[in-house]
């Protein structure tokens, strides 16, 4: 097949910050799947958007559809970079199939997926509640998906052993809503829980220093929360939208649902996180922050920990840290889990059997 991807090249648009997580995850799978067999094109909108502008952004996508003709042009979208005329133009006019995977739909879905969704051939959601909503609101082109992890790069090493020596509790992910205080309860505890990312003591790591963590571990923490508690943030990422070109726009009024609360309870839901699949497909022993329907995709005990509550949190730290062989097994197992069931590149096939470009 051919096929154009139309994703960020850096975190957020900011090339300080590094690759993005869909150009690791997403097109660095496309491109080598099936033996690296399709032609995949990268279109980083963000670099072009930056350097040309909106609508010349938008007229270099179409020019390169014309161009090479794809099987499928794969998107994920960030905000309205993309000219809703444009999509329309390049699945009906052009007759291409594309699609948009959307993240966060947990809380997105009213303010912004539902409005989009139909200028594709086929979207994605990883959410069980917004994949029955699309159906409410007559969307019918949904396909219900998971994060996962990208194998060809987040593997275990040749001779690992899952006995990882280095830190006691690590945790990985930005300093938001009640992660901190749960890391500094922990502490106050005399546990020795080392964190980076943004916001944390220690800072932004780069990819590869991030997987030698994973293994290097005993215990990698995962929380499922966006965010939690009456922040000013959460109201904003109800009412405000970013463009890659880092202007802050109000959301159209009736784009806002007039029932704020609703929507504020479902920023707040615990979710499962790609984090979840990127430990567990490195080789990492995981704790994790309950979230909706993960015991669909792991055993908790047998493949993956799972906490409720700060007391439960330190039960179970305290457990796992003096059961070494427990914890290697479990490791082990939730390793196998993953690269058997939960890689992005089975997530596409999957994906690809339904909107029929497999036999392609």
Not at 114 to 140: C, H, L, M, Q
Request: charged letters at 30%; a positive charge.
């Amino acid at each position: 097949m051919v096929i154009i991807v139309c994703c960020l090249k850096y975190e957020y648009g900011f090339p300080e910050r590094g690759l993005s997580f869909e150009y690791y995850n997403f097109l660095d799978t496309l491109k080598k799947m099936d033996g690296g067999k399709h032609k995949v094109i990268h279109f980083p909108f963000d670099v072009i958007f930056k350097k040309f502008g909106r609508n010349e952004m938008n007229n270099r996508l179409i020019d390169l559809v014309k161009q090479y003709k794809p099987n499928l042009v794969f998107f994920f979208l960030y905000s309205d970079e993309f000219k809703k005329d444009t999509l329309l133009f390049l699945k009906g006019e052009l007759g291409v199939t594309t699609f948009n995977w959307f993240a966060d739909d947990h809380w997105r879905f009213y303010n912004f997926s539902r409005f989009w969704a139909p200028y594709f051939t086929y979207v994605s959601t990883t959410d069980n509640i917004a994949w029955k909503k699309y159906k409410e609101f007559g969307i019918n082109n949904v396909i219900k998906t998971q994060w996962g992890y990208n194998h060809y790069l987040y593997k275990v090493p040749e001779g690992y052993d899952f006995k990882p020596r280095n830190y006691d509790v690590s945790f990985i992910g930005q300093k938001h809503s009640n992660r901190g205080k749960y890391i500094s309860f922990l502490r106050k505890k005399g546990l020795d829980v080392k964190c980076w990312g943004k916001g944390w003591e220690q800072g932004r790591i780069n990819f590869d220093e991030m997987l030698n963590i994973f293994r290097s571990s005993k215990i990698n923490l995962n929380f499922s929360n966006s965010s939690a508690g009456f922040q000013l943030q959460s109201i904003a990422k109800i009412l405000l939208t970013r463009r890659i070109d880092n202007r802050i726009r109000f959301h159209p009024l009736w784009k806002i649902p007039y029932n704020l609360v609703s929507i504020y309870r479902r920023l707040t839901r615990k979710q499962i996180k790609g984090r979840v699949f990127e430990i567990t497909g490195s080789g990492g022993f995981l704790l994790t922050q309950n979230a909706e329907n993960l015991s669909e995709y792991f055993v908790d005990g047998k493949e993956i920990a799972v906490f409720e509550n700060e007391k439960d949190l330190l039960e179970k730290i305290n457990f796992y840290l003096s059961k070494e062989d427990l914890r290697c097994e479990i490791a082990y197992n939730g390793y196998k889990r993953a690269l058997n069931e939960h890689t992005y590149e089975k997530r596409f096939k999957e994906i690809f059997d339904k909107i029929g470009l497999n036999d392609r």
